[in-house]
C-alpha cells in the first residue's frame, strides 16, 4: 500500500513510518520543515514538504492522490499556545480529511486523544487540545466519502512497547507506549473492517493484532 502520514516526523509517526517501511508499504510522510526530511528517509519514508496550516486542499490532494490510505498524526505539540490547537489539531485534520477526499483515498486513520471532546470546558492549552481534537473526530464522523477509523490512545510513554493493549469503544484511563501505538495503527491500516469506529488505547493483556481482530469482529 502506498500511505500518506501527516505529521509525519512526530514520535508517533516515526514510529508507524519504519513499521510499514519494514512491511514493505510505501510511505509518504508530510512534514513543515526540510530539516527534518533526514529522520523520515531514515524511517523509510519520503518526505514531502507542505504546511497544512497555510495549504489549499488541491495541494495536499496532489500529495494524496494515489494513495490507499491516509493517516493524520500532526498535532501543534505542548507549548504551541491555543490558536495552533485550532489550526493544527483540528483544521489541518479537516483540511487533509478534505483533501484524501478530493483525491480519492478512502481510508483515513486518525490520531485523536483520549477524552477528546468538542464540548470540553477549561481555559488551559490541554483543554483547548481536546476541544479542537473532539471537533475534529466530529467532522470526519460525519463524513460519508471516508472509510475512517480514530484511535484515542492513553497517556503516551516512551517505554519500549509491549505489544500488548487493551483496544475497545471504552477502556478508561491508562498509559500506553508509543511503540505500541504505532503497531496498533499499522494493524488498523491492514485491517478496512475496523472503518467507522472511534477505539480508546491503553497498555493490556491482549496481543495487538488479536486485539485489533476482535475489535474489527464486534
Given at each position: 500500500?502506498?500511505?500518506?502520514?501527516?505529521?509525519?516526523?512526530?514520535q508517533?509517526?516515526l514510529?508507524?513510518e519504519?513499521?510499514?517501511?519494514?512491511?514493505?508499504?510505501?510511505?509518504?510522510?508530510?512534514?513543515?520543515?526540510?530539516e527534518?526530511a533526514?529522520a523520515?528517509?531514515?524511517?523509510?519514508?519520503?518526505?514531502?514538504?507542505?504546511?497544512?496550516?497555510?495549504a489549499?486542499?488541491?495541494?495536499?490532494?496532489?500529495?494524496?492522490?494515489?494513495?490507499?490510505?491516509a493517516v493524520?498524526?500532526?498535532g501543534?505539540?505542548?507549548?504551541s499556545?491555543?490558536?495552533?490547537k485550532d489550526?493544527?489539531?483540528?483544521?489541518?485534520a479537516?483540511l487533509f480529511?478534505?483533501?484524501?477526499?478530493?483525491?480519492?483515498?478512502?481510508?483515513?486513520?486518525v490520531?485523536s486523544?483520549?477524552?477528546?471532546?468538542?464540548?470540553?470546558?477549561?481555559d488551559?492549552?490541554f483543554?483547548a487540545?481536546?476541544?479542537?481534537?473532539?471537533?475534529?473526530?466530529?467532522?470526519i464522523?460525519?463524513?460519508?466519502?471516508?472509510?475512517?477509523?480514530i484511535?484515542?490512545?492513553?497517556?503516551?510513554?516512551d517505554d519500549?512497547g509491549?505489544?500488548?493493549?487493551r483496544?475497545?469503544?471504552?477502556?478508561?484511563?491508562?498509559p500506553?507506549?508509543?511503540?505500541?501505538?504505532?503497531?496498533?495503527?499499522?494493524e488498523l491500516l491492514?485491517?478496512?473492517?475496523t472503518?467507522?469506529?472511534?477505539?480508546?488505547?491503553?497498555?493490556g493483556?491482549?496481543?495487538?493484532?488479536?486485539?485489533?481482530?476482535?475489535?474489527?469482529g464486534?
Amino acid at each position: 500500500m502506498r500511505i500518506v502520514i501527516a505529521g509525519g516526523h512526530g514520535q508517533i509517526a516515526l514510529r508507524l513510518e519504519r513499521l510499514l517501511s519494514a512491511g514493505g508499504h510505501e510511505v509518504v510522510g508530510v512534514i513543515r520543515s526540510p530539516e527534518q526530511a533526514t529522520a523520515l528517509r531514515e524511517a523509510g519514508a519520503e518526505p514531502v514538504v507542505l504546511d497544512l496550516e497555510s495549504a489549499g486542499v488541491d495541494e495536499v490532494a496532489e500529495v494524496l492522490r494515489g494513495a490507499d490510505a491516509a493517516v493524520f498524526a500532526a498535532g501543534a505539540g505542548p507549548g504551541s499556545g491555543i490558536p495552533r490547537k485550532d489550526t493544527v489539531d483540528r483544521g489541518a485534520a479537516v483540511l487533509f480529511a478534505d483533501a484524501a477526499e478530493r483525491a480519492g483515498v478512502r481510508r483515513y486513520v486518525v490520531v485523536s486523544s483520549m477524552g477528546a471532546d468538542s464540548g470540553h470546558r477549561g481555559d488551559g492549552q490541554f483543554d483547548a487540545y481536546l476541544r479542537a481534537k473532539g471537533a475534529a473526530d466530529d467532522d470526519i464522523r460525519a463524513r460519508d466519502g471516508l472509510d475512517w477509523t480514530i484511535l484515542r490512545p492513553g497517556a503516551l510513554t516512551d517505554d519500549a512497547g509491549t505489544g500488548l493493549v487493551r483496544l475497545t469503544a471504552s477502556t478508561g484511563r491508562g498509559p500506553v507506549p508509543r511503540d505500541d501505538v504505532a503497531a496498533v495503527l499499522s494493524e488498523l491500516l491492514d485491517t478496512p473492517a475496523t472503518a467507522g469506529l472511534t477505539l480508546e488505547l491503553i497498555g493490556g493483556s491482549v496481543p495487538v493484532a488479536v486485539a485489533v481482530r476482535d475489535i474489527a469482529g464486534n
